[in-house]
C-alpha cells in the first residue's frame, strides 16, 4: 500500500491523484500550486515528454534528452507534489481508488490526463507490422529502422531487396504524417547523399499515405495544397484518397496501392489510453475517449475530472476540442480550477476551449500557420513554428540545446543524433511496449 | 558475397580491412588517407564512441548522440574509405578472408582494432548480475538502472529493501571506477536532493571496491592518496585490498565485505575481443590479447596488423603498452605507416609508445593529471581534463554540446539526460548486448 489511510498527511488535506505527466498533468498540477492540497503526480515514465518534436527525436535531429525533462525536477520546489513512477492498470471511481503495477493509491479527487495511444482502428494486428510515434523509445526505434534500411542497402546487391529496404512509407496526413515524411525526405535527400559508396540515399521513396481528399484537413484548403506541394517538391510521394487496407510483414496494401516495405511509421490515428475501458460505467466514444461534462467532470463522478486527449467534447460554444497540447494545457489548468472551486463550496464552470491556432512544419524553411483567421505558409511560418516550440519546451537547458541542434542543422544540412542505438544494428519493427512485454515474457526479470 | 574477386575495383589496387571503428580504425584510415589502397572500414555499429566520457552518459550528465559520431560521416570526404556495419564472427588470416554475421569480405591487409570487452577473470556468469561500461546501451542500461533504484526506493516502505535498492556497488579502482564512483556520489548527493520526498538521495551509499593496496595505480602513491580522499568527502566508500570472490543477484561478496545490492558496475578488467580466439594459431596473452610483434604484425602473417587494447607490447624501449586512448591512435597510425612502407618495399620499423601522460577525473573541480614527470592535483588538473577531452571528441557540434552541458552542469548542479529510457520502468542489470541476444532468441526479427 503506498498511500495509507493512517498516513497523517492525507487525514488533513485533500488528495489529489493526477494520472499522467503530459501536458495535462504538468499544468494542472502547478494550477494547484497554492491550493490547500496534497498532489501525487503518477506517469509509467519519469519525465515530461514534449511530444511535438519527438518526430525529430525518430530522425536523428534531436537526442532524447533535448525534449524529456524529469518530472521530480520540475516539481522539486512544489512541496504539495509527489511523483511517483509506475503504470495504471485500473481505475476504481466509487471505491476512488488507482492500482497501479507496483501501488494503490486512494485520492479525494482524480485527474486523470492519460492522453492517447497509437490507434489502429480496430486492427490491433497492424501495430506490430509497424512504427508508431508516441514515446521516446518508438521515436529511436524508428531512428535505428531508418538508419538500419540504409546501412543494409548499401550492402544489398540483390535490386529488388535493395528497393524494398530504401522504401519508407508513412500512414496518415496529419501534422505528425507530414512532419515525418519531410523530415525523412531530408535525411535521405540532403544529409546522407555524400555519406554512402554504392547507394544512393536520394534514390530512397518517401511514400506519405492519407486516406482523405487532403492533408492537414485541420488547415484550408490551400494550405493543404501548399504543403503537399512542398513535400513533393523535397521528393515525398503522396497518395491521397487511400485508405490502408491490409498490412502484413513487409507489405502495405491500400485502395489502388501496394508497398513492399519494411519501415511503415503509423501516423494514421489516435485512441484514447486502454485504461479509459476499465474505469466501470463511464461513457465513451468509438475511440474510447470519455465523455465528460462540460466542466470535465466524469459523468456520476463529481470528484473526477478528465483532460486532454482521453476525453471527447464539445464546449458550451459548440466547438469540437481538438486533441492538441495548447487544448490539454486549458483543459488540466481548467481541471484544477474546478477542484479549488469544489473545496470553497463554489459551482464548477463549463470549459471553454481558447483556440490558439494551428501550425505544422514541413521542412526546411517551410510550414503552415493559422491564427484567428490569419493564415501563412512558407518561412514566416516556419520561424514562428520554431519560435512556439522553443517557448513552449520545458527547460532552459533544453531550449538552449534545441535551438543550438537547430541552427547547427540549418547552417551545416548536418542532423546531430544519427546513430543506432538499442538493438545494435538488428532492425526490430515493432513499438517498444510491445518488445519490453516480449523481454518480460522471455526474460526472468530480478525486480518486477 | 560482399566484395566479389569481380569486382574491378579490388584488381587494380590493395584492399586494406580495418576491423573496428574505434581510436584505432579512425586513425589507421586516416593516416591512409593519400595511400594507393581501398579501404574497408568494418564495425557492428555505426558510430565511432568516445570511450572516455561514456561514464557521463551513464551518470545522466551527456546524451548517448554527444559522444558519438557516425562513421560514415567522418570519412564521407575520404573517398577512399567504405564503411561496413556488421559484426566479426571469425577470421581466417591464411585464406585472407574476414567472416561476419552478414557478409565475407577478402582482404591483402587487415589492421585488427576490435578493441576490448569487459572481463571477468574466468567469472564470465558475473556478467548477467553486472553492469559493464563499454558501449552506449550499457551506458543507458546503467543510468535507467541507477534512477531507476531512486524511483523504487521513493515508493519503498520496508527499509531493508529501500536499503538495498539505494546501495551501488562499483568494482574496480581504475580510472573508470573511480570516475563513475565519482560521478554517482555527485548525483546522488548533490543533484536529486531536492527532488525527492521520502528519502533522502544523499543517503545512498556509494561503494568503490577494489582488490589492490591502491585506487588510481597507474599514478602516484601521492596522487592515489589525493583520490581515495576527494572520494571519500564525496562520500564513496573506498574499500581497499578487496577482492570480489562472488557475485549473484543481489550480492557482491569479497574478502571481508558483503553488500546487498541491485546496481552492481563492473570497471574491473577488459579482455581482448572474444574474436581474438578465433584466428587460429597465433600468440595471446591470458587476457586473449595478440602478442604482435614489435612493428605491430601478426606473427606469421606479415600482411596482418593489430593495434589498440586487442594486443599486448612491449615496445622496443622496454614499455609495456597501456589500454588507453593515445597508445590506440598512435598505433593504429603505426600499423597503417607500415601497410604503406610495405607497399613500398620498405622494411617496417618497430613501434615506439610516445607516453603523453594520464588523467583521471574525480569530480567537480577535482582531478588528477601527469605528464613527463609533472604531476598536478585539484582545480588545474580538472581543467586540463575538460580541455583535452573536448579536444579529442570528435566533430565541432559534440564538442559545443559537451563544452555547454559541462558549463550548465557546474553552474546549476543539475544534470541535462536524468531521463529513464529503454525497458520503461523495468530494471533489467544485465548489460545490452546479452538482452540483444536474448531478444533475437525469442523474437522472431524481420531481417537477421
Chains 1, 2 share one sequence.
Not at 378 to 397: D, E, K, P, Q
Not at 404 to 416: E, F, K
Request: proline share 5%; charged share 20%.
Amino acid at each position: 500500500m503506498y498511500l495509507s489511510p493512517n498516513d497523517p498527511k492525507y487525514q488533513t488535506r485533500p488528495h489529489v491523484v493526477i494520472l499522467g505527466g503530459g501536458f495535462v498533468g504538468i499544468s494542472a498540477a502547478k494550477q494547484l500550486q497554492h491550493a490547500p492540497v496534497d498532489i501525487t503526480l503518477i506517469d509509467r515514465r519519469n519525465h515530461h515528454l514534449f511530444q511535438p518534436l519527438l518526430y525529430q527525436v525518430a530522425t536523428a535531429g534531436l537526442s532524447a534528452p533535448d525534449i524529456a525533462q524529469p518530472l521530480r525536477h520540475i516539481f522539486a520546489n512544489q512541496s504539495n507534489v509527489t511523483t511517483l513512477m509506475d503504470e495504471v492498470t485500473s481505475i476504481d471511481l466509487t471505491a476512488r481508488k488507482v492500482t497501479m503495477k507496483e501501488h494503490t493509491v486512494s485520492f479525494d479527487y482524480l485527474i486523470l490526463g492519460l492522453g492517447a495511444q497509437t490507434g489502429f482502428f480496430g486492427n490491433n494486428h497492424w501495430e506490430q507490422h509497424t512504427l508508431g510515434l508516441k514515446t521516446l523509445n518508438e521515436a529511436t526505434d524508428i531512428r535505428r529502422s531508418f538508419l538500419t534500411a540504409f546501412e543494409m542497402a548499401e550492402v544489398e546487391s540483390d535490386p529488388v531487396l535493395r528497393e524494398k529496404l530504401l522504401t519508407f512509407v508513412v500512414v496518415g496526413g496529419g501534422p505528425t504524417g507530414v512532419e515525418m515524411a519531410g523530415a525523412m525526405a531530408e535525411l535521405a535527400g540532403r544529409v546522407l547523399t555524400k555519406d554512402f559508396r554504392r547507394i544512393d540515399p536520394s534514390s530512397a521513396k518517401i511514400h506519405l499515405v492519407e486516406a482523405g481528399p487532403r492533408l492537414l484537413p485541420m488547415f484550408s484548403e490551400k494550405q493543404s495544397e501548399y504543403t503537399q506541394r512542398r513535400l513533393e517538391k523535397m521528393g515525398v510521394i503522396v497518395h491521397l484518397h487511400t485508405p490502408v487496407t491490409h498490412i502484413e510483414e513487409g507489405k502495405v496494401i491500400g485502395s489502388k496501392l501496394e508497398l513492399q516495405t519494411d519501415s511503415i511509421v503509423w501516423a494514421a490515428g489516435v485512441e484514447a489510453n486502454r485504461v479509459s475501458r476499465h474505469m466501470g460505467e463511464i461513457p465513451l466514444d468509438r475511440g474510447g475517449r470519455i465523455q465528460v461534462e462540460k466542466d470535465l467532470r466524469v459523468p456520476n463522478f463529481p470528484n473526477v475530472f478528465a483532460a486532454g486527449d482521453i476525453v471527447s467534447l464539445v464546449d458550451v460554444k459548440g466547438v469540437k476540442v481538438p486533441g492538441v497540447a495548447p487544448s490539454a494545457m486549458q483543459m488540466g489548468r481548467h481541471a484544477a480550477r474546478q477542484i479549488i472551486r469544489d473545496l470553497e463550496q463554489k459551482e464548477t464552470e463549463p470549459f471553454v476551449y481558447f483556440d490558439k491556432g494551428n501550425m505544422a512544419t514541413i521542412g526546411r524553411s517551410s510550414a503552415v500557420a493559422a491564427f484567428a483567421g490569419l493564415r501563412f505558409n512558407g518561412f514566416s511560418a516556419w520561424f514562428a513554428w520554431l519560435a512556439v516550440h522553443l517557448i513552449f519546451l520545458m527547460g532552459m537547458r533544453n531550449r538552449v540545446m534545441v535551438f543550438l541542434n537547430w541552427t547547427w542543422s540549418y547552417l551545416s544540412w548536418h542532423r546531430g543524433a544519427r546513430i543506432i542505438t538499442g538493438q545494435g544494428y538488428i532492425r526490430t519493427p515493432r513499438n517498444s511496449e510491445v518488445k519490453a512485454s516480449q523481454n518480460t515474457a522471455c526474460q526472468t526479470l530480478p525486480d518486477t
